[in-house]
């Protein structure tokens, strides 16, 4: 649930708000702390997971709707995902499908273990890559996952994600309430 909850900050900050969220140094997915340490975990060339700029990132280059979507997908998907490989060939093969772009080469900045599967369901899509000020802090990677992508990937995504879901389902909407309230004991 607090992952959910943090996912949902930069949506209110950008939607509700009307606070960037997605740009470099915001708070507090993408601030300068969060990108050091990102860096830093580019620079281990070990896959441990990814932190929440992780999903700040794809918000800066895609728009919100990208996780979004991929998350409102899997709620309604019904397929069961026994294993962390088959976690992992979902979400790059949904991400990648959503946003229209083959996001492996850019995943490889988290080392994440990709399997053939999920390059060959890939493999006809447009690359991207992002080439900016961050990527450029670690351009001896991204030149290396670059020459063995083997594909001319964009550094600049074309299109912005739309949202497919209702952000503001619920608001002013009194439905149900599950709250349970134990009786308070009498006093002897």
């Known amino acids: 649930m607090e992952v959910t909850n943090e996912l949902y900050i930069p949506l209110v900050y950008q939607n509700l708000l009307n606070i960037p969220a997605y740009e470099f140094g915001a708070y507090p997915g993408l601030s300068d702390i969060k990108i050091l340490q990102l860096v830093r975990q580019w620079r281990t060339k070990t896959y441990t997971g990814v932190q929440l700029s992780y999903y700040y990132l794809l918000g800066h280059y895609f728009g919100p709707g990208l996780v979004g979507n991929v998350l409102m997908k899997k709620t309604n998907d019904p397929e ?3 294993t962390a490989e088959d976690v992992i060939h979902y979400w790059l093969k949904t991400v990648s499908l959503e ?6 080469p850019y995943h490889r900045l988290w080392h994440f273990p990709i ?3 999920t390059i060959t369901a890939l493999q006809t ?3 991207f890559f992002p080439r900016d000020e961050l990527t ?3 351009s001896d990677i991204a ?7 083997g594909k001319r990937c964009s550094h ?3 299109r912005k994600v ?5 952000l503001f389902r619920g608001i002013n909407n009194v439905e149900k309430q599950f709250i349970f309230f134990q009786p308070v004991p009498n006093k002897p």
């Not at 946003?99 to 492996?104: A, E, N, V």
């Not at 739309?162 to 209702?166: E, Q, S």
């Open 80 to 82: 069961w995902l026994r």
């Open 99 to 104: 946003s229209g772009y083959d996001l492996i």
């Open 115 to 117: 399997e053939q599967r």
């Open 125 to 127: 899509l447009p690359c």
């Open 136 to 138: 450029m802090k670690v």
């Open 143 to 149: 030149d290396e996952i670059l020459a063995r992508s």
């Open 156 to 158: 600049n995504a074309a």
């Open 162 to 166: 739309n949202f497919k879901g209702d």
